[in-house]
Structure formats: C-alpha cells, structure tokens
C-alpha cells in the first residue's frame, strides 16, 4: 500500500524546463493599457474643443484668425473622438490577447500616419496665410518657427510605430489569439 501523503513522481520534460519562454508576451496588454489611458485623455480633450467650439465661439474665432476653418476644427475634433473610440476598441481587444487588436493597431498605425501628413500641411498652409500680412524677412521668420512647430505634428504617429514594431514581433504575435 502506498503513502497518500508522498507527492506523485512526475517524469519532467523539456517542456517544463522552458516554461519561462513559454510564457505568453506582456507586451500586448503594456501596449493595450497604455492604449485605452491615452484614448480616454483623447476622448476628453476632443469633447472638450468641441464644447469650447460651441459654448464659447471667441475661441472658434480665433483659430479662424490663424488661418483655420471652421469646417477644419470641427471636423478634425470629431475625427479625433472617433479615432479615440477605436483606440478604446484595439485596447480592450489587445488587453484580451485577441489578435483583432494587433491587426486594428496596424491599421491605426497607417491611418495615424496620413492624417499627421495631412495635418502638417494643413497647419503649414494656414501659418502662410496667417503670416501674409507681415513684413517678408518678419514673415518669413515666423514660417520657419511655425514649420519647426508643426514637426512635432509627427511625434505621435512615430511612437504608434514603435508599439506597432513591439506588438508585431514574432513573441508577441504568437501570444495572442
């Protein structure tokens, strides 16, 4: 008769001896975290300048004297909340290890980098304007400072592409579903 108490002899396997590799990535769940955090302040700054836009229209109006469209602003808070709702989206899904998250990470990455394009130009085309009425060597003074700003526009769509590289990485793909 054998001793209930005495723990059952198990063979120990390769695999066992790798259960550190075996590990499932922590990088789409860092990625998704940092992700839905960055979403929710997205969420709340557009709401914000879209209020501002309808409650105090003296800002509008400013930004109208800058060089700005009405149609600009607006339309870009909206796109900014909605680009924010699916971020929320890709987090959550990469939070579960779902490999939908990853794939609509990709496709954020490349639509992330468009607009940041498109608004450089826009905001480039708008500081033209704006500096027209000043004096050429002032004007052009200010062009410059106003393109060196405007870089900055591509700050964002450079770290998305490092979370894509991460998150596209043969470890972490493997680890989602």
């Known amino acids: 008769m054998s001793n209930p108490y005495t723990p059952p002899e198990a063979e120990v396997t390769s695999t066992n001896n790798n259960s550190a590799?075996?590990?499932?990535?922590?990088?789409p769940k860092v990625i998704g975290i940092i992700s839905l955090v960055l979403a929710g302040i997205g969420i709340m700054g557009a709401l914000s300048?879209?209020?501002?836009?309808?409650?105090?229209?003296?800002?509008?109006?400013?930004?109208?004297?800058?060089?700005?469209?009405?149609?600009?602003?607006?339309?870009?808070?909206?796109?900014?909340l909605l680009?924010?709702?699916?971020?929320?989206f890709i987090g959550i899904k990469l939070v579960k290890y779902q490999d939908i998250g990853r794939r609509h990470f990709n496709y954020y990455t490349i639509v992330s980098i468009f607009m940041s394009i498109f608004a450089f130009f826009y905001t480039?085309?708008?500081m033209k304007n704006m500096f027209s009425d000043m004096k050429p060597e002032m004007a052009q003074a200010a062009?410059?400072?106003?393109?060196?700003?405007?870089?900055?526009?591509?700050?964002?769509?450079?770290?998305?592409?490092?979370?894509?590289i991460f998150l596209n990485k043969k470890h972490a793909k493997e680890s989602l579903n």
Do not use: C, H
């Open 21 to 27: 590799f075996n590990q499932r990535s922590s990088t």
């Open 143 to 164: 062009q410059d400072m106003s393109t060196m700003s405007s870089v900055a526009v591509f700050i964002a769509p450079i770290l998305i592409i490092i979370a894509a």
């Open 49 to 80: 300048s879209l209020a501002m836009s309808s409650f105090m229209p003296e800002m509008l109006e400013v930004q109208e004297k800058m060089g700005f469209s009405k149609t600009y602003i607006v339309g870009s808070n909206i796109v900014s």
């Open 83 to 88: 680009l924010s709702f699916w971020v929320i």
């Open 124 to 126: 480039r085309s708008a």
